[in-house]
C-alpha cells in the first residue's frame, strides 16, 4: 500500500502546463490536500508552500488507460496482488494515473475470479495507477473475429453465464461484445440499465446490427480497425461494417490502439478526422509483453505469444496479440506521426476516456477542484514523477 500522506500544499513551477486546448507557461500549478488548487503566479505562492521546480518538463493530467491487459510479464487475467501490483506499478512509472483491469477471454471461472480480486484490490488503497473498474473484453465475441482471443472460451450471450458476470456490476465500468450475437441485445439493455458502459468489439456486425444495438444502449466501441467488420457486397449493394459505423455515427465513442503498429498514420489520421478529440480516446491495450525484451514469449489465458518487431504477435504471424506499448509512450506518436496538436492528444489520452467511463467531474484534466493526478513528462514522454491525488508514486 502507499500510506504516504499528501503534501498539504505544494506548488509545480518552471513548467509547461497541458491544459485540454492549451499549453501554459510561466504559473504555478497549486496542489492543496489531494487536490488541484489551480494555476497561480510564482510571485502569489506563500512562504508555506512546497515548490517543485519541474525544470521545464510538461505538466499533464495523468493518462488513464480504458483497455489495458498487463505489463512486465504479468496480465488482469491473474488475480493475485502480484500480478495487479506489477501493472498499476510499471503503468504508474509510464504517467498513468488510473485504469481499467481489461482481462482477456478466458473460461468463465476463471473470469469470475478476476471480477472477485478486482472488487477486493478496489476496496483499498494501492501505490500505483488507480484501477476505476473492469473493462471486461469477451467472452462474447464472433468466432471470425476473435483476433488473438482463445477461440476455446468465446460464448454467445444467450446461455447462463450474464448473470454471473453481472453479478459484479458494481465493479464493472465497460463490457465489450459483439451485438449481432444472439442474446446481445437484451444483454445491452441490461448493460445500460445498471450502468455500464456497452461497447461492440470483436464483432461480425453489420450496419443495421449495430444501430438495434445503439437504440438499447450501445454506446462505445473498441479498439477501431482491429478485429471489426467492413464494407461487403450483397449483389450491387454495399453494406456498411461496424468499422464504417465506427466511422460515421455522430453518438459513438471510439477507442483507438496507437501503437503505429497496428494502424499506419494514414489511418489514424482518419480515425481523427472523422471523431475529434472527444470522442476518439487514445488505449494501449497492453498485454503482458509490455516493458519485455524483442522475442519473449508473453501469455492472456491459455494462449500464449511473442514480443515481434515491437508489437504483441501471434506465432504464425496472422494477428497482431496486443499492443506491447504503454499509453505514455503512444502520445508521441500521435504528435509527431499523425499530427495532432499536443494538448488535444493529451485530451485523448485523460480527458476523453474518463468522460467514457463517467469520471471525467473529477479526473482527466487540470481543474480546479479535481483530483492531483499529475504526469511531469520529459520531451521524450518518459515519466519524470507522478502524482497520484496528491501522492508521489
Known amino acids: 500500500m502507499n500510506t504516504t500522506q499528501p503534501a498539504r500544499q505544494l506548488a509545480l513551477i518552471n513548467g509547461r502546463v497541458i491544459l485540454p486546448s492549451v499549453i501554459v507557461t510561466g504559473r504555478a500549478l497549486v496542489i492543496q490536500e489531494g487536490k488541484i488548487g489551480g494555476l497561480v503566479d510564482v510571485d502569489d505562492l506563500d512562504s508555506e508552500t512546497e515548490r517543485i ?11 488513464i488507460d480504458i483497455h489495458t491487459h498487463g505489463a512486465q510479464g504479468h ?33 468463465l471461472p476463471d473470469l469470475l475470479a478476476c471480477l472477485q ?10 501505490g500505483g495507477a488507480q484501477v476505476l473498474g473492469v473493462h471486461l473484453e469477451g467472452p462474447y465475441f464472433s468466432l471470425s473475429q476473435a483476433g488473438a482471443q482463445d477461440p476455446a472460451n468465446i460464448r454467445n450471450p ?7 458476470l453481472l453479478a459484479y456490476h458494481d465493479v464493472m465500468q465497460i463490457m465489450s461484445y459483439a451485438p449481432e450475437l444472439p442474446g446481445a441485445l437484451a444483454l445491452t439493455a441490461r448493460l445500460k440499465q445498471l450502468g455500464i458502459v456497452a461497447a461492440a468489439g470483436h464483432s461480425s456486425a453489420t450496419e443495421d446490427d449495430v444501430i438495434a444495438a445503439k437504440q438499447v444502449g450501445l454506446q462505445h466501441i473498441i479498439h477501431i480497425w482491429s478485429a471489426q467488420s467492413t464494407i461487403v457486397r450483397e449483389g450491387p449493394w454495399r453494406k456498411p461494417g461496424l468499422l464504417e459505423t465506427s466511422l460515421s455515427d455522430d453518438d459513438f465513442t471510439v477507442e483507438m490502439i496507437c501503437d503505429n503498429k497496428h494502424l499506419p498514420p494514414s489511418l489514424m489520421k482518419l480515425a481523427y478526422k472523422c471523431l475529434g478529440p472527444d470522442r476518439l480516446c487514445a488505449i494501449s491495450d497492453a498485454t ?13 489465458g491459455d494462449m500464449e505469444y511473442e514480443v515481434h518487431g515491437g508489437v504483441g504477435m501471434m506465432f504464425d504471424r496472422s494477428c497482431f496479440a496486443g499492443s506491447t506499448t504503454l ?8 504528435v509527431e506521426q499523425v499530427g495532432i496538436p499536443l494538448p488535444k492528444a493529451i ?11 463517467g469520471v471525467d467531474k473529477r479526473k482527466g484534466s487540470i481543474e480546479t477542484g479535481k483530483d492531483a493526478d499529475i504526469a511531469i513528462f520529459n520531451s521524450d514522454f518518459s515519466a519524470w514523477r507522478t502524482l497520484i491525488a496528491g501522492r508521489w508514486v
Open 347 to 357: 485530451r485523448m489520452a485523460s480527458l476523453t476516456p474518463a468522460r467514457v467511463c
Open 53 to 63: 521546480n519541474v525544470d521545464g518538463r510538461l505538466i499533464s493530467p495523468g493518462l
Open 288 to 300: 503482458s509483453g509490455a516493458g519485455l525484451a524483442e522475442g519473449a514469449h508473453f501469455r492472456m
Open 117 to 126: 480480486f478486482s472488487r477486493e484490490w478496489m476496496q483499498s488503497e494501492h
Open 158 to 164: 444467450d446461455d447462463d453465464s450474464v448473470d454471473q
Open 75 to 107: 496480465t488482469f487475467n491473474e488475480p493475485t496482488a502480484q500480478a495487479f501490483s506489477t501493472i498499476t506499478g510499471e503503468n504508474a512509472s509510464r504517467g498513468v494515473t488510473s485504469l481499467l483491469a481489461t482481462p482477456a477471454t478466458a473460461p
Open 327 to 334: 499509453l505514455n509512450n503512444m502520445i508521441p506518436i500521435l
